[in-house]
Structure formats: C-alpha cells, structure tokens
C-alpha cells in the first residue's frame, strides 16, 4: 500500500486532456513539493514535474502540475499515443524520514 | 549530458549476493547525491535511501534491513548497491537516480539509470 494514493488507471482518446491525481496528508504533500515522473517499462523514468508545477527543459507545456492542500494532480492536454506510459507522483514524508511514491498510474490512449 | 549507466541483469539463487553498478557520465558524481529505488513485478516504484556522494555516508529508507549497502568509487564515478543473502522477495528492478542539488538546496530525481533486473530464483 502506497502512501501516496493514484488512480490505477488512466484514459482519454487522442486530442483530448486527462488529470490524474495523487492524494497525500500533511506529513507529505501538506507540507512539501510534489514530483511527476513519466516511465515507460524497461527505460529510465524522467521527471516531468518538480516542484509542484514546474517543468524541466524539454517537457512539452502540454504537462503541467498543481497542488492543493495534501492533493496534487498533473494534466495532460492534446494526448498524443506517445503519452501512453505510467505516471507517479512522488514527495518526501517526514514521519517516514524519506521518499514516497504514488503507486503510479497507467494512462492508455485510446 | 547526464547520463547513468547501469550494470546488466543478474540471475541469482536464494543466500546469493549481486552487486549493482551505477556509472555516472557528463557530471561529477561527488556533485550531487545518489538514490537507490526498487520495483518490485507488477508494483510501484519504492525508495530505498541514499548516499551522500562527498562523505560516502549511505542513508536506508525504514524497513531496509542490513542486507543492503550503498557505496562508491568515485574514482571511477560509480556507485554501487550490494544485496546479501538474497531472497525471492528481492527480485526487481533497481534504479539509481541523481538528486539534483543546487545553491545548498536538493531537489528531486532529475536523471535516472535504465534499471537492473535481479531476479533470485532457485
């Protein structure tokens, strides 16, 4: 079981926009930046959005990332089937001392 | 370019160790400290600590027992996770990821190893 919780799942057709969420408490999310990564199975994750809602260079602006209170969410507009890939929020917790991350979830483009 | 280079798939029995190597091209490895994550078939991605790459000081998520060790060469900038008395509850990817550090503030994760499957099977 997670700390952080995500939808397994994930879907929208080409074109359209999709928002997945990920739900923490005050020991994590409350209190410290959220972090997107995209992973596609066999290759490196690459980090997609840092604190909160900023984008490393590189990353399309059609991702993009909020937070709100122990929430923080990352939407994706004009899905392309190149997005299809899992995707995990992930922030530090402080009564566990270390990283967490959501249990990620899997976006298919339909 | 940053990049992390990973040591290839490893097939081990039950009371077996490995050693997983992760070679850091295009920075300094002492720039910036290193984190271990695992996953697990079918799971999510799990922390399992970090080591600071100026002191060689490792750090272990909670609930990583002893048979686990970070460590370095940074002489050949590498870093290393070792696994001792390996168990089928081991098998999984492991991944090492930089935590960019920048003006004496650390971020996240911003370059990550491709993944080393260990599988311990008897």
């Known amino acids: 079981q997670s700390v952080l919780t995500q939808p397994p799942s994930a879907s929208g057709t080409p074109g359209q926009g999709v928002t997945i969420s990920c739900s923490g408490s005050?020991?994590?999310?409350?209190?410290?930046?959220g972090y997107w990564f995209q992973h596609f199975p066999g290759t490196a994750p690459k980090l997609l959005i840092y604190r909160d809602d900023e984008r490393p260079s590189g990353v399309p602006d059609r991702f993009s990332g909020s937070k709100s209170g122990t929430s923080a969410s990352l939407a994706i507009s004009g899905l392309r089937s190149e997005d299809e890939a899992d995707y995990y929020c992930a922030t530090w917790d402080d009564s566990l001392s270390g990283w967490v991350f959501g249990g990620g979830t899997k976006l298919t483009v339909l | 370019q940053v990049q992390l280079v990973q040591s290839g798939s490893e097939l081990k029995k039950p009371g077996a160790s490995v050693k997983v190597s992760c070679k850091a091209s295009g920075y300094t490895l002492t720039s910036h400290p290193m984190n271990w994550m695992r996953q697990a078939p079918g799971q999510g991605l799990e922390w399992m600590g970090w080591?600071?790459?100026?002191?060689?000081?490792?750090t272990y998520a909670q609930g990583l027992t002893g048979r686990f060790v970070f460590s370095l060469d940074t002489s050949v900038n590498t870093a290393y996770l070792q696994i001792s008395s390996l168990r089928a509850e081991d098998t999984a990817t492991y991944y090492c990821a930089r935590q960019y550090c920048s003006g004496g503030t650390c971020y996240s994760f911003d370059s990550w190893g491709r993944g080393t499957l260990v599988t311990v099977s008897s």
């Open positions: 080591i600071n790459t100026n002191t060689g000081d490792p």
């Open positions: 005050s020991s994590n999310l409350g209190n410290y930046y």
